[in-house]
Each structure stands twice: as C-alpha cells, then as structure tokens.
C-alpha cells in the first residue's frame, strides 16, 4: 500500500484517540497524521509514533492534500466537514450516523460485506456498534441457516456515550461511593452508576429508540437481507467499555448449538467462550482492549414454537475497538 496523508475528525474523543492508536498498531501507511478536532483543542498535542503531532481545527481547509479521512466526530460535524474533505479529493471512513443509511453510501463490516466499498463515491459508513457486534455472531449462522428474525437487548457502556459518558461514570462510581449526591448527570439523564437506563437515543412514534431502530435499519442494509425482522431494547449500563447482547435468532433451517459452536468457532472475528460447567462466558471486562468479539451462552431457544428454527446467545465486545476504530481502520485497509 502506498503511504498516505491521514487526518482524524475527532483525534481528541474515545474514539479517534483509538484510532490513531490502531494506525500504529496495524502499520498503516501513514505518510502524516493530521489530527482535527473543534476549535477548543486547537493548538494542543497528541502523541504519533513517539512524536507529538499539532491538533488542528477542523476547517474544509484542513482537509487539503489528505488522502484518508477517519471521521470521529458527531453527526452535525460529519455531515458539515466530509463532503469537504470529498470535494478535495479525500475518501472518508466516518463513524457518525450521518451517512449510514445513503443509497450511494455503503456502509461496511469488513468480516461481512467488504465488497461493498468498491461501490463508495468519497464517504464509506462505519455501522453502530451494537449493530457491528451483535452482526459478527449471527453473520456466520445466517450462511449456514438463514436468519429470519433477530431479538434482542444490548448492555451497553458508558464510553458509547464518548469521553463525556466515561468521565461522567468515573465522577458518579467515586461520589457513590463515598455516599454523596451525584448532582448533574449530563451527557446521561439520570445517575448511571448502581443503576441503569432503558433509553439510548430519542424515541419514535411506537415507543422505539433511535438506538433500537439502527439494529434494525443498518442490519438490513448490512446483510442485504431488506426483510430482516428485528425487535432490539438498547441499555445503558454502568460498565466502562464494552458493550454486551442477548441474542435470539430465528432461522429458516435447522440449526441445533453444536454446530453453531462449531461454525462460530472457525468465523473470522469471533471467539467462543462457551463452558457453563467451568463458568467461562463471555463478560465486558474480558472482551475489552482488544478486537474479537467474544460469543457464548449458546444454547436452544425453548420458547421458540412448533417448526421454528430457534438459538439465543450472549455476546460482548470492545465497542471503541471492534465496534468503531477497528472496523473503520480495517475499511481503510481495504481502500
Ligand atoms: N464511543 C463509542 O463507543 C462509539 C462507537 C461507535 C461510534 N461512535 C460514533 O463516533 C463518533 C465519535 O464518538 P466519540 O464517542 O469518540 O465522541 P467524543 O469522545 O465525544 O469525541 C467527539 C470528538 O468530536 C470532536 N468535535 C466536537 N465538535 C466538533 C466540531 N464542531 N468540529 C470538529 N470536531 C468536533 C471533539 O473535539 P473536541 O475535543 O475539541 O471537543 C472530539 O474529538 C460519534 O459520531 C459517535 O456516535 C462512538
């Protein structure tokens, strides 16, 4: 691969710090780094490769001369700057959801639908995480039995909310702690630590969360499978990093948990961690600061009815990694 000009959109948030991270790690060809962030964090530093590299404002100027932009940033910014950075030439891998459900915007999990990028005009999508982590497992069953219908409930971490949401459970568990009121609980409505939140986004006219409605939405256009039936509760948990799901799977033809331990197993992406009797499943604290998803509590669906080809499963994964920069940074591989 030829080296390339690199700039991050939101180097300063959880996800693009993981980003420029995961540049150093996977060696990709940067030729330069360009760090962007808002006008706040202008003039500070980050370290790349040992160096400390300028933080820039975020400016359509800024994007001259770059050839790969990993958008970490918020919808309304994505959806300002990127078509900046295209109209100069640059391809964008954004994680915002500003994007995603374009017609002319594929949007990618590489172990899924790689094929898709080559279709791209300048933006390429970075699905939700939960939507990323919950697909991993039920891609590789879909090819076997053909998923039909997917339930399920995520449990989902504070950094899902950005450094605001890490910083703010951090504040909460010491002042819980030592027994003080917690006061103003921004960026989450109420107190998150020694509880948790039903609700990640706004809801809809049947009592949805634009959270719930991405598994369902993203999915579809994920797997092309356009009739996808998914019924999807999003939770915010008190947990740092890493977010969870129970998964229930319907599938058109038998699949029994052997084989769909065994099928898991050999999938690209997944772990299986499935030994009730030694009390190995999967758990977020686990699954955190790498890039598999791990995959177990495999087993039967026994409420499923007559003639219905049912399986649930418990997955976790590191929703910063695999869930936004892994994934982006693997798009940009496949460029
Ligand atoms: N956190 C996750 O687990 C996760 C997972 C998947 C996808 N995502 C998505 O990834 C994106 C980034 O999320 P995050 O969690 O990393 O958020 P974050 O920690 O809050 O970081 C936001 C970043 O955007 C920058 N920014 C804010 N306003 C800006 C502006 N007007 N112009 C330029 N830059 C601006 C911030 O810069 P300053 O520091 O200067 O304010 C910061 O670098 C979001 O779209 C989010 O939905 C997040």
New binding site residues.
Partial sequence: MSEKVVAI????????RQMSELLEEREYPVKELIP??????AGKTMQFRGEEVAIR??TPEAFEGVDVVL????????KR?LPEAVKRGATCVD???AFRLYDDVPLVIPEINAEDVKWHNGIIS?P??ATIIGLLPVWPLHQVAGVTRLIVSTYQ?A???????LTELQREMSLVAAGEDVGETAPFAYQLAANLIPQIGGFNEVGYTSEEMKMQNEGRKICHLPNLLVNCTCVRIPVMRSHSESITMEFERPIDPDTAREVLAKAPGIRVVDDPEALRYPMPLEASDQDLIYVGRIRRDLSAPEGVNGLTLFCCGD??RK??ATNAVQIAELL
């Fill in positions: 959109l939101g180097a300063t948030g959880v996800v693009g962007l962030a808002s006008s706040r964090s404002e975020a958008g970490a940033a918020d919808d309304a910014t994505a700057l994680n915002s959801h970075n939700n995480c971490a950094s899902g909310a950005g450094m605001p949401g929703q910063i869930g936004a």
